[in-house]
Structure formats: C-alpha cells, structure tokens
C-alpha cells in the first residue's frame, strides 16, 4: 500500500488488546461476516478496493473492517458520528491481528470518542487522502462522505466555498470550512482533489435512512455522479437493524445515561417508522406507558393498531417522562416544546442527526444553563426554573451513552454492506448514476445465514408449490413490491 497509509489518529493504542478481545467475542455473534470470510476469502472480490469508510467505530464496525480488508480491499475509516467511536475498537483495528500499539500493521482509523465538528470533519477528509492514489468505493452511515464528494466537486468547478449563512449550523459551517481548507491548498495532491475522486468511485454503499434520502434527492437533482446502493432498505438491515437492533440499544443508553426507571413512566416517541416501532415494542416491555407522534398516516395507523395512542406532540410534551425522537426530521422538539416539559423530564433522539431537537437554543441562549452531569449526559435548566436532562447532545443516545446495536443484528446490516461493496466494484459497467437496491436474492441469502445460525429450519418447496405461487424453489420468494 502507499506509504500513506498508515497514518491514522485515535485515542490511544493501548487500548488495543481490550478492543481485540471485544472484536474476538463479536464474531462469535456475526455469523453473516465470517460466513462471507469462508466464501469469498480464495476469491478476493474486493481486491483492488480502496474503499472510504464512514460509519460508527465500533466493535462491530472493527469486524465489518477486518471481512472487508480480509476479502481484497485496502481501506480508510472514520466514524460518521462525534459520540459513537470505541475507542478500544478504533485501536484494536489500526493495530491490527499482527501488530503491536509500537508497530500498528491494521487499517488506517481517524476516529475517537468526543470529536468536536472540526475534528469530526477533518477525520472525513482523511478518509478520502490516498497520496498519490484516489479512493474508489465508498461506503456511508449517513450520506456526510458522499456529500463531500458531491459538494467538493460542486464548489470546486465554482472556484470558491460559499460564505455560511446566518442561518447554518454549526456543523455545515464546519463542513464548509474543511472543504475550503482543501480547495485553497497549495498541496498538489489537493489540487481539484473532489472531482478526481467523483470520477474514481465505482459506487457508494448507504447504511441509514437519512442518508438514503439524501440519495435519492441528489438522483432526483441529477447531482448524483456516481452509483449508490440502498443498503436501508435492504429487508434484513431495515426490518431487523433498524426496528430490533432499536429495541435493544434504546433501553440500554437510557438505562447507561440515567439510571431512571422506566416502567409506569409515560413515554413520547416522536415518529413511528421502523426505529420508532423499535422504540415503542422496548419501552412497552419495560411497562411504560407509551404514545407516539407522526405524521404519516399509515404509521399512525399501524401505531394505533399496536395499542399506541398517536397525539400530537404539543397535547402530550407536558405529561411526558422519557421523549424519544426517531422521524430522521428536522424540527420535532422545539424550545417552546422543551419549556412545557416535565422537571427534569429525559430528552433523547434516535435518528441520525442532531437537528431533531432544537439544540441550538440549549446552547446558545444567554437564559439557559447547563451542568454536565457526566459524558453525554447534560442538564439543561431553562428561564421558567424547570431542568431537563438532554443525552448526547441531541445526538444517537443509542451510540453515545452505550455502544449501538447488538453484534448479531449488526451482522445482518454489514453482511449486507459487504455484499453490496461486491456487487458495485465487480459490476461497475452495469450500473449508472441511479440509487439501487440490493437484489433480493442476496436479501434473502443474508436471512438464510442467520436463519441457520439461531437455529432455524427453513422449509424447501417442492417444485409443484413453487410453481403454484410462480417462484424458484431456490427464491426469491416475494417480488419487489412485497412489504415485509
């Protein structure tokens, strides 16, 4: 590999040997990764893949890594949110199986847990910093590195960055700060560093809903110059990540970040899409009292079913111990919303972004004041005298007051990342500047394996059944259209 590549900026190496040992547990519950180890190992379909990686750096992420590396590809990684890294896992992966913390012989890593938005934005343009090669596959939790790429080039065919406007966040003024760094560089390796790459990448791989909606907008604007694979809306990431991987992450935070009990409690989630049904089945389990926002009617609908009050949020902000946002939305919690809350009422968001709450107010009015209480977990006492207690900024509360997703329910997600990276770098002449969806039939493959390993016996049809119902014995048994 270049001689770049093995810089690399985390919280300390020592960590290293915890982070493997947390690694070595996990693959025991990936059964979906190291059955694509097995299978594409001698075959080594991703050699010749630098791959740009923007996802949470966690002990799962450490496993999707190492298959990915493991099956040919070269790659550069950052986590996708400030909170989300494990530090010990962001170690064990630059230190790598071989290597020692004074002798790393792992994967470059720009990542650690506490980034500010700076930090948070020159670890992104690591990612994409080869030397004297480009990167030429991408694979995002949230859109942010294929943004750079689409926006960098944008910006530079304009000859300039635009000037923030009053109005931006403070993260978009740091993204654009970053991106005018590397534009008015004197290095020549940065030189038009942005349309270089956008012509390099085969294609990029998305992880999350937001970022999948921002997709779809750049296809729709036709910005988008390269193609990009829906891993969402894969069925074995959405329905089981996204709802189950919910169920399990969201209580554990809670319960990491404040010690509240939380049966007999009245719970709000804003929003009741896969992660929110997530959210509700957890906290129903726990005997909470719970009513959801939304703002579709069909997911009202579903939540009514489910025995889940759907209000409005201005009629039950008041009554609520525990709020969850979960809409992938802008907007839900205003402060007009925070002032009618309960004292010392909990406040936490569950999809991708931090603009789901109105922290800008929390953080910059001169009539609120904040107490850490301890990492990620802040109390904010607003003008009418009443507290509340914000977790992780605003921010995933799931990944920045406890590590995420369980490995298993993660193994079904990064199976599907690893088979989508596949199938865009070998089939790259195949694709066009369009937002796919993974074939079904690798959908169906990543259940399989996970069918088996919980023990699972799945039934075969005969050929007469099979062609009663118009299918292959072999599937894919629904077609596009179905909704799971």
Not at 112 to 136: H, M, R, T
Request: proline content about 4%; some cysteine; hydrophobic content about 40%.
């Amino acid at each position: 590999m270049d001689a770049v590549a093995m810089d690399y900026k985390v919280a300390d190496l020592s960590l290293a040997q915890a982070g493997r040992h947390q690694i070595r547990l996990a693959e025991y519950e990936m059964p979906g990764l190291m059955q694509l180890r097995e299978e594409y190992r001698a075959k080594q379909p991703l050699r010749g893949a630098r791959i740009a990686g923007n996802i949470h750096m966690t002990v799962q992420t450490a496993v999707l890594i190492e298959t990915l590396t493991i099956l040919g590809a070269q790659v550069r990684w950052a986590s996708c949110n400030i909170f989300s890294t494990q530090d010990e896992a962001a170690a064990a992966v630059v230190v790598g199986r071989d290597g020692t913390p004074e002798n790393p012989q792992g994967v470059p890593v720009f990542a650690w847990k506490g980034e500010s938005l700076a930090d948070y934005w020159w670890c992104v343009n690591q990612i994409f910093s080869w030397g004297n090669q480009l990167p030429n596959m991408i694979l995002d939790d949230g859109g942010d590195a294929t943004m750079a790429v689409i926006l960098g080039k944008e910006f530079e065919e304009a000859g300039k960055v635009p000037v923030a406007q009053a109005n931006d966040s403070d993260e978009y003024r740091a993204f654009l700060a970053m991106l005018d760094e590397v534009i008015t560089s004197e290095n020549p390796q940065d030189k038009n560093k942005w349309t270089k790459i956008a012509v390099s990448i085969k294609g990029v791989t998305e992880e999350t809903t937001t970022g999948v909606q921002r997709l779809y907008q750049y296809e729709q604007q036709e910005r988008l110059p390269f193609p990009a694979m829906n891993v969402n809306d894969a069925v074995t990431k959405s329905k089981f990540d996204n709802k189950y991987g919910t169920r399990h992450s969201l209580i554990d935070g809670i319960n990491r970040a404040t010690d509240t009990l939380i049966g007999g409690k009245n719970i709000l989630i804003c929003g009741y899409g896969d992660v929110g049904k997530g959210c509700a089945e957890a906290m129903a389990g726990q005997g909470a009292r719970v009513k959801v926002t939304e703002a579709d009617p069909i997911n009202a609908l579903q939540a009514l079913m489910d025995g889940f009050p759907v209000v409005h949020v201005d009629e039950a902000i008041a009554e609520a111990d525990i709020v969850i946002t979960a809409t992938g939305n802008i907007g839900i919690i205003s402060f007009a919303h925070m002032l009618a809350m309960k004292d010392h009422a909990v406040l936490g968001n569950i999809g991708h972004f931090d603009n789901e709450i109105d922290m800008a107010s929390l953080h910059y009015r001169d009539d609120v004041t904040r107490v850490n209480i301890k990492p990620q977990v802040d109390e904010f006492t607003l003008p009418n005298g009443k507290s509340i207690v914000v977790l992780s900024e605003g921010r995933l509360l799931n990944l920045g007051n406890a590590t995420g997703h369980p490995s298993f329910v993660m193994s079904t997600s990064f199976a599907d990342q690893t088979i989508a990276q596949i199938e865009l770098f070998n089939n790259d002449g195949s694709y066009t500047n369009q937002v796919y969806r993974l074939p079904k039939i690798l959908d169906e493959k990543v259940a399989r394996i996970h069918v088996e390993a919980l023990g699972g016996t799945i039934t075969k049809l005969t050929k007469e059944q099979a062609a009663y119902i118009g299918v292959d014995v072999a599937g894919p048994f629904k077609p596009e259209h179905y909704r799971y």
